[in-house]
Each structure stands twice: as structure tokens, then as C-alpha cells.
């Protein structure tokens, strides 16, 4: 949920009860202090729906009212550029350089020209990027797991690679 939600229905206009005269009896204000706390609790009900909690989740329901209202308890987004190499990515890399049969740089400079390496990379990089970031990809355990998607779906890794990083 977020600052954004919008309220419906009774939720969204106050409620304003009869106003009471000063010589007003105290049988009528009691009435009165019914009649408002009975409204009032109606529209907790709302709001207890309305944020998909059981009536009486006093805790859920603070929980989301802030979540959508304090700043303080709101997630930050990640501020810059988003992260472009991860260790799939590398991954990726690392088992296309491997089809190729090629040396590393040679296979850089093949695969750089290449889709969806060519795109992946951008006019201002090139080979040297691919041969960096074939070097940084250390953990083996997720070139399997690449490796064996792979397999299931009966694609080469240049394919595999194609289909995920598409842009």
C-alpha cells in the first residue's frame, strides 16, 4: 500500500453528527455519545476491511495505516543507476564465451558484436567490458544453475541470453 491509497465510501467524508443545543438533556447526550461511538465503529470496520485485516487486528491494522502514512516506516527505493552486471549475468557470459571455443578476448570481441550482448552493452563498452566481467564472475554454483536452465529448455546459452536479456 502507499501514500496513494484513496478512501471510499463513508471513509473518505467525515461524519458529522447533530449538534446538540446547550440546554440539551443528559439522557440526549448520552444518546448522542451512542449514536457517534456507534458510527465510529462502523467505520473502523471499514477501515479493518479495507486493509484486509480481521476485526480486532488492532496490531495489523496499525501496521498498515503506517506504513501507508508515516514516511518513517516506508521502504526506501534504491537510489542510482540500477544494478546492470549480477552474477546470472556473468553467468550468462561466462557459458557464451565457453560455447564459442574461442580465448576469452577473442570470444569478448565476437560476442560484443553480437545480440543481446551488443545491446546489453551499450555504444561506450565493448570487448574489454565483456572480458572484465567474464573474469569477475567467481561463483560456480550459479554458472550450473544457468548451465541447467539451459538444458531444460533446450537452448544454448547464446539463446538462453538472448531471451533474458533482451531489452
Known sequence: MSLSRKYTGDLAKPYQPERLGPLASDELKESWR??????KKQR????????GFEVGDWEGLAWGLATDHVPGMKLGERSGRQKKWDDYTRAMLVLCVEETGLSVTNAAAFLAEQ???KSFLGPSSGASRLRDEYHRQSDHKVQALVRDACDAQGVTPVEFARKYLAP
Open 34 to 39: 451512542r449514536k457517534v461511538f456507534a458510527e
Open 44 to 51: 473502523m470496520g471499514l477501515l479493518f476491511d479495507l486493509y
Open 115 to 117: 545480440e543481446p550482448w
